[in-house]
């Protein structure tokens, strides 16, 4: 167990890699981050599937949005015809 003021070992110098991390990261990004294997399975997938993909991975190109507490005055009411919107959306 490490106990603080240990002298006998340093450990991983601060910035190095961890071997074992890197090779594991390496080896997850080739499984889950092949284009060519994600393309082809794209293509495969029906509109519902990708968009579900697109979904869990907007949250990680969007920002999150944050409720406030100020009370939104003068707002207007407002309403979306889902039938004419995706009346409007193409699926290739």
Known sequence: MFKIGNNHSLGRPKGSSN???AETKSLLSD???NREQFTNDW???????RMEI???LAKYLVPEAKLSDTPI??????SIDFKELLNGISFK
């Open 19 to 21: 071997k074992t991390t």
């Open 31 to 33: 499984v889950v981050f």
């Open 43 to 49: 293509h495969n997938m029906n509109a519902h599937e």
């Open 54 to 56: 697109r979904i869990k």
């Open 73 to 78: 005055e003068n707002h207007e009411e407002f």
